[in-house]
């Protein structure tokens, strides 16, 4: 119902024919391109293919607009419709000497704001910047604008200086909170391994236990705990420790605090069992029946810590994986053109195909 509305409205709508030169409103094009409403661009361009030229009281087109409200999923929609003055569009540059490069440098209010923390939000505007590097030619990567006479990567350093030291800090927050706990569960493998449950023959120093399935689960449990707990320390200590740079937000730092945090799940987990397997060495042969429950009031506390970091962890390795994956994506050729014809002017006038 919302969809034919929309068509509906569209085939009424001439607002795009008359440039907006008050700059109190956007025409429907640009107010739907900004809130990344593909349904209603599709439904103007069915009917106005022409209406992709329309400009606002800036001299900028959709692209502008799709850039600098970082509209993914629209700039992906408007670069696989291949119109033949896509390039001169990506070309344009507004009246303040911006191009869309420059768009994609400015400090966005529109990122996505479900990523934890500074540092990954630096990292969505990185690669937002990378991604729309990609569709201008090379001598817009060095172009000037008129209000700040700067270009776009010094643009982008300028705008996100504040960021990138809000994202250290909390980078080094998180480490540091991170190494404390890891360094308190390694402390405690390490000092299980010379407090063994069953405790050792006097005859022999062999222990009573040693073949008793618990004991070879807390022993297997201990050892994977305290290496996986070394790793994360070691991990998290080499991001304390590197220059943080705007560029390591990239790919470099999120990719080291999704191993060193996989590392301490991965060593609390361990903990628990080898915790649970002492419980039930423990006290199996008096209270075989209240086992389960004592180790599941035990495991609490470690549980509810794993339980609040997971959602962080999560969030974490979700953005970035997903960020690596569409650069690898973004590097594979595809044929998104439906037309040669549109493929050679593309490649004549940029150099290089976006498709």
């Known amino acids: 119902m919302v969809v034919e509305l929309s068509k509906i409205l569209a085939g009424g709508d001439k607002s795009w024919q008359v440039n907006n030169t008050d700059g109190q409103n956007d025409t429907p094009l640009l107010a739907a391109a900004r809130n990344g409403i593909i349904e209603i661009i599709e439904a103007i361009f069915n009917l106005f293919p022409q209406a992709i030229e329309h400009e606002n009281h800036k001299r900028e087109n959709i692209f502008h607009v799709v850039v600098e409200h970082r509209r993914r999923q629209l700039l992906e929609y408007l670069?696989?419709?291949?119109?033949?003055?896509?390039?001169?569009?990506?070309?344009?540059?507004n009246q303040d000497g911006d191009g869309i490069l420059h768009k994609a440098a400015y400090k966005s209010h529109y990122s996505s704001r479900e990523r934890p923390g500074e540092a990954l939000r630096l990292q969505s505007d990185i690669h937002w910047f990378e991604r729309v590097k990609k569709l201008v030619p090379p001598h817009h990567i060095n172009h000037l604008n008129h209000h700040d006479n700067l270009t776009p990567h010094a643009l982008f350093t300028k705008e996100h200086k504040e960021l990138v030291k809000n994202g250290q800090e909390w980078l080094i927050r998180t480490t540091n909170s991170c190494i404390i706990v890891a360094v308190l569960i390694a402390t405690v493998a390490f000092t299980s391994i010379y407090t063994l449950p069953g405790g050792l023959d006097p005859k022999t120093g062999k222990p009573l236990l040693l073949t008793k399935t618990p004991f070879t689960v807390f022993t297997a449990s201990d050892v994977a705990s305290l290496c996986f707990a070394f790793t994360s320390v070691v991990v998290f200590l080499s991001i304390s420790t590197s220059k943080m740079n705007e560029r390591d937000f990239r790919r470099a730092l999120p990719l080291k605090l999704v191993l060193g945090l996989s590392m301490l799940f991965w060593s609390v987990a361990a903990l628990m069992v080898g915790f649970a397997a002492t419980l039930d060495i423990t006290i199996n042969q008096r209270l075989h029946q209240a086992t389960a429950p004592i180790i599941t009031i035990a495991c609490f506390p470690v549980a509810f810590f794993l339980l609040l970091q997971l959602p962080l962890y999560f969030n974490i390795t979700w953005f970035t994986i997903k960020d690596l994956?569409?650069?690898l994506v973004d590097c594979i050729p595809q044929q998104k053109c439906k037309s040669s014809s549109c493929i050679m002017r593309y490649q004549v006038s940029f150099g290089h195909s976006l498709c």
């Open 325 to 327: 994956l569409q650069t």
């Open 79 to 93: 670069l696989q419709t291949c119109h033949v003055s896509y390039p001169r569009l990506l070309w344009k540059i």
